[in-house]
Structures are given as C-alpha cells and as structure tokens.
C-alpha cells in the first residue's frame, strides 16, 4: 500500500521509484519469474527475450496489478498475471521499436537495432505468444480472456494510429479513442486482475478497471506533454521524440487546432526539420497560447473521472492504494510547469 | 470423410481441393464465421483484415481438423477452433511476408506490399490477439493452452530458422526440429483440437497429434522439394523462391553435403546469381546425385511414422479420415518426379 509520505519528493527523477519501495519483494519476485521464463523459450531465443527483459522500464502495469490485488502476501497467481502484462507491454515495445525504426529506448538499444527488424518482428509474436500460454494456466479463462481482449485493443490502437498519423485529420475524440487503446487499455487490464484475483466482488472490480482506465488516459496525456516540456526534452536530449516519429500527441494537435488547415502541414514539416531551435519556438508558443494548462488540465480531468468511477468503493481497498497514484501523476505535472513567465 | 474416389487424379492441380469437396459445408460455415469477425476489429483494421481473409490459401489445418472432428454435423466449436487456427496461421504469414521481403504470396500482392512492414506488423499481431481471444471462449482452457503454445513453437521455429540461414552450418537434424516447429506443430495442433472437441479419449487424440505431426513434416519436406521440382519451378515461374530467400531446405542442405565446406557459400552465391540456367542445373545435379529420392524418401518415411504412431487407432475413427491424406501426400511426391531419364 501507498503511504502518503512515499509519494515521492521533487527531486524524485524517475517517478515511481518511490511507489514502489512498498512492494520490493513483489517485484522482485516478478523479476524472478520473468527470468525463470527464458529457459521455456526455444535456444535460439533466449538471448533476445534476456536482452528484453533487462531493458523493462518501470513495471507500471504490475505495479498497478499489485496495488489492486493490495499486495499483503506474495501471491504466486499475481505475480504470473503481473508477468504476463509485462510480457505483453515488452512485446508491444519491441514491435513499436520496429514501426519508429527506433535506435534507443532509454538511452539502449532497441531489440530492432541490435538484432534487426526481422528478429524484432519474430521476438514479439513469441513474448506474445508465452505471455498468452502463461495466462491459459490459470484455472479459468478469465485471465486468457481479458490478456486477449488488451492485446488485441492495443494492436488496434497502434494501427490506427499509424494509419493517422496526419494531424490534419485527427481529432481530439480521435486522439483520447487511440491513446484508450494503446496506452489505458492495459493500465484498465492491470485493475482489473488484481482486484478479480485478490477476490473483490464484480462491482468493484469494475470500478478500480474504470479507475485504471482513466488514469491511463492521464498518464499518457502526461507523457505527451513529458515530450515537450520534461527534463529532457528541455535540455534538447530527446528533442519531442514523439512528435519527431509522427506520433499524435495533444500538445500538437491543439498547437496546429490555432492555425488554418491549410497551413498545418506546412508547419510539421519546418518543424521536424528545424531541430531543438524550433522545438524551443513551439514550446514558447505553446504557452503563449495556453496549451501547456489546456493539457496539464486535461490530465487532470482523467484523473477526477477516475476518481468519480470509484464512487462508493472510494474510501476502501483497493481503490485506497491507487488513488495516490492519481495524486502523483497530478505532481509529475506540475514539475513539468514551465519555470519562465508566459508572456 | 475421404473417401479414396476422392483422391485427386493427376490433372488435379490444386491439390486438397478435392478431399475439401466433402467438407464444403464446414469450409463454408469457416468462411462465414471468418468474415464475421471482421467487424470485432477496430474501423482502421477492418480492411487489412478482410484484405488478409480473402489471400486464404489451402485451409490445410482446418481441413485437418474437420478430418479428426469426424465432420459429421456443423459443430460450432470446431468451426471456432479452425477459425483460431487459421488465424493463428494467417497472422504468421503476414510476418513471414515482412521477413522474406515478400511482394506476392500466391500471386497476389502481400500485405506488407501493399499497406507497408509497419502495418504488417500490426496486423499480424492483431489477427493473432484475435484468435487468442476466440480460443479464450472456449469452457475451460484446453484450447486456449494449445493454441498459445504451438504459436510460441512456430515463432520460436522462424527465430531460429532466421538466426541460421547459413547452409554450411545447419544439419539435417535441425533441419527437421525447424520445421517441426514451424509447420509441423499446428498440423499437430490441428488434429489434437478436431479431436479433443469430437471428445475422443486421450490416448486416441495422442495417437492422432503424433499422425499430424508426421503428416507436417513431411508435408513440408514435399513443400521444400516442389520448391525445386513443382510445375511452376520447372518453367522458371518461381525459381526455388524458397532457396532464393535463403531458407532452408532439404534439397539445397543434401546437395551441398555433397561438397566440402569451404565451396558451399560459393556455390549457393553462383546460384542465387545465376537464375533459372543454374537452377535447371542444380535440379540435374540433384537428380544425378540421388537426391530427389532421398528427399521423397524422406516424405515417405515421415508418412509411415504417423501411421506407426496411430497403432491400434488405425482402423478406426478419426484415423481413418486422416490416413488417405498421407496417401494424397505420396502421390503428390510421385508427380513431382523429374520426367527426364536420370544420367
């Protein structure tokens, strides 16, 4: 469980760190799973799926799992579902990695560069395929079912968004649709299973899944924001990745919704050309025109539905242990407020 | 049921198409029940979707499972289990596409021809997820557990076949666990699923995964061998597009065992080269070198495995629905035999 003194100072770099303080043995135990799992891949494999799970991020989809299963005692079906989102979450990373002909994520090499595409291609079906065999060794097919039902949604997500990727056309119902798919549908999964393996009656599990879907929601629109005005980005490092790869966030699309359509096309491409000078103008102007509060306010906006979606279930377990979860994400914002005046 | 009036005559040229002409209805409620989930797809999908749907080839493993499931009356969880199936092997397709760089599959444009690799990827993915999630809607989780694990088998094979795509170093035995792994299981799973869900006893859908197994092998054996010696080789349509893609094949791994080490890279690059003239010799060289009855030998001694492993099950259901095709098999090997005398 979150202690409110866990949440995580100013100085806290990498977010959830702290969070996940708590629930060290959980994780570790899930690390320990998911290196027990290599040896069930074929050979010629287990160097790719090794070279994968050492580069996990920050385990957010078990993380959330936990919280919601209220993490008391090491529960070994827990953790194997936490094992297959992760798996899952890797395998959409390893095929993303493809479609961004991404070099690095996290500062390493991705699976793509290093192996190339082709082995990307193969490697994600195969993380793909374990985390769905894991999941059909639960007694029922609830877990197979709802790990399915979220990889099909994300694939989805990540087709459409790859066939939009034309700020032009996209609309902001568009945008909040694709981000649901590709980003909250798991973070709404992770609930989901927690609260249905620790027990929790039907009715809450559906309120901690609407919790997790909203604060997906949140989270990503955060991240969008992240690409802009985070640490790295400000220091001309990562430079808007995002919006570099085409992808759709927020901030662009309101960005270009202040501009004629006919000009919209126009100023990607000088922007994509122009580097961290023109990022730095777009940032500027972001401001100016009060983007930055639009979308810091619209992560705030998810989290307050999620809040709602608790309803009744707010003042117990599990939605105790997340909803300072929401709480953070609105301090993630805040940090990322710019530090110079808006003119 | 097959009966042996039905077994193609010689001027057949599609193959199954005539063992299919029984189970019309079944291949037909597949086609409907196919067609249907398109819409359980997202919008963007639905057109890559139906687009992969209509390059369907042979139906090759739902035949088999019809075969095991006696096909007796519309079963509907056998037309949802042949459906996964099918998908399963379609989506595996779509990514082969991608990893042989492929522009046609059956003399229709590819999917990753036509919409990109990225698309590719996504829809692959996609199809599988799909399948995962009708197989998740069976009562208990049998299908769900065979289906995820022989998908982890066909990819773990196309790693590893990808990661070896050097001919000196490959041996005959990995030859044959590859295509185990990459052909052979979902025939396997085929006829483990037909009749599991036909609710024969355990040792009888042993018996008849073990036939299955045999007939794969030796159906991609026979495949390997068209690759050199099938119609379309011989007036240079496809030119050994196997061998031209580097994969491994049992002709190309016996004739350059003819040869010491240190040549074979050389010759298999005069050849890769060299076009229809060098195949035309190779396939002489082949026939010269007794290598065309080793490989057919192979096929036949696949096939008479499976019968072994059927044992007692041989005179009876569903053993006697799937031993014809082991029959078609050997035919087939027999009508690629080159026509001109042996030197």
């Not at 395998?91 to 991404?102: G, N, P, S």
């Not at 990727?165 to 909040?176: C, N, Q, R, S, V």
């Amino acid at each position: 469980m979150i202690a409110n003194d866990e949440i995580p100072e100013p100085h806290d770099k990498d977010g959830l760190a702290l969070i996940t303080q708590g629930m060290a043995p959980h994780l570790n135990a899930l690390d320990g799973f998911l290196r027990e799992q290599i040896v069930a891949f074929e050979p010629e494999v287990r160097e790719l799926v090794e070279f994968c799970l050492q580069r996990s991020g920050k385990r957010i989809r078990p993380i959330l799992l936990f919280l919601c299963g209220e993490c008391e005692k090491q529960d070994p079906s827990q953790i194997r579902a936490a094992a297959v989102l992760e798996m899952v979450h890797l395998a959409t990373l390893v095929h993303d990695d493809i479609l961004d002909e991404a070099d690095l994520r996290h500062g390493l090499p991705t699976i793509s560069h290093k192996y190339g595409a082709q082995n990307a291609v193969l490697l994600g079906d195969a993380l793909f395929a374990h985390a769905v065999h894991l999941s059909a060794q639960f007694p029922d097919t609830t877990v197979c079912r709802l790990v399915s039902q979220a990889t099909r949604t994300v694939c989805s997500g990540e087709i459409a968004q790859s066939a939009r990727k034309d700020f032009e056309l996209i609309t902001k119902e568009t945008y909040y649709r694709l981000i649901q798919m590709k980003t909250a549908e798991l973070f709404r999964v992770a609930c989901h299973l927690g609260a249905f393996l620790q027990g929790h009656p039907e009715e809450t599990v559906k309120a901690v899944s609407e919790y997790g879907n909203h604060l997906g929601i949140g989270y990503q629109i955060y991240d969008d924001l992240a690409d802009f005005f985070g640490e790295e980005a400000k220091v001309g490092k990562t430079l808007g990745t995002d919006w570099a790869s085409g992808k759709i966030t927020l901030p662009v699309l309101l960005y270009l919704q202040e501009y004629p359509p006919g000009e919209r096309q126009q100023l990607l491409a000088e922007a994509r050309q122009g580097g961290a000078k023109v990022l730095g103008n777009w940032r500027e102007a972001m401001q100016e025109k009060g983007i930055f509060e639009t979308v810091a306010q619209a992560v705030d906006e998810e989290i307050t539905k999620g809040e709602k979606a608790l309803g009744k279930h707010a003042g117990e377990m599990p939605a105790l242990n997340l909803l300072p979860l929401g709480e953070f994400l609105r301090q993630k914002v805040q940090k990322l407020r710019p530090s110079f005046a808006v003119i």
